[in-house]
């Protein structure tokens, strides 16, 4: 039924931004990669990248057709981007990841997005390799940056909003296991 619902509102977005002018408005930092990172292995992703540099080495990948190397930076943006939503406190920025995804990705032609996206499902069902990773992630550091990129991507930037942008008291242990379980890489 939701899905449904979701579809319905969608198909009327589209017909009334078909009918209507619409202004996009972006903040400053908003998505922005401050150290984009290249094509790379997952395993020389740091903590201190964010998903936003982590997706522009995907893209790179992508731009380069090594879909599979593509496939194993989203996981990683994912993982951090989950862990990102646990602590940012403007709800309406969580959905920066899925914003990323649809700015780097655009270029991609459908054979070529079929093939990305062919790579990921390979990724998700391939456990040897999966596994991998998962081992990489959960030993690895946790993310240490400051998430601007999320939160930038919030209404809370244009509503001149007084709330502290990180939650208190944030537990970020729990939330990297809740990053894990989200990928799919818990016990």
């Known amino acids: ?14 017909g009334c ?3 209507t002018q619409v202004t996009n408005y972006e903040s400053k930092g ?28 995907a893209k790179d990948c992508a731009k380069a057709y090594k879909y599979n190397e593509a496939a194993e930076l989203l996981m990683v943006a994912s993982a951090y981007a ?3 939503t646990q602590r940012v406190t403007d709800k309406t920025a969580h959905d920066a990841l899925n914003a990323l995804f649809s700015k780097e990705f655009g270029f991609l032609t459908e054979v070529e997005r079929i093939e990305l996206l062919s790579s990921i499902d390979a990724l998700d069902n391939k456990q040897p390799r999966k ?10 550091p946790l993310p240490s940056y400051f998430p ?23 537990n970020a242990i729990e939330a990297w296991s809740n990053s894990m379980a989200f990928i799919k890489c818990s016990n």
């Not at 990669?33 to 982590?54: K, L």
């Not at 601007?148 to 244009?158: E, K, L, R, S």
């Open 1 to 14: 039924m939701n899905k449904v619902l979701i579809l319905v509102c969608f198909t009327l977005l589209v």
């Open 17 to 19: 931004a078909n009918n």
């Open 30 to 57: 908003n998505l922005a990669a401050n150290n984009p990172i290249v094509c790379v292995s997952y395993t020389s992703v740091g903590s201190e990248s964010t998903p936003a540099d982590i997706v522009t080495g």
């Open 82 to 84: 989950y862990f990102d």
């Open 131 to 140: 596994s991998e990773i998962c081992a990489y992630l959960i030993s690895a």
């Open 148 to 170: 601007d990129y999320m939160i930038a991507q919030g209404m809370g930037t244009f509503t001149d909003s007084s709330n502290e942008p990180l939650i208190k008291d944030f």
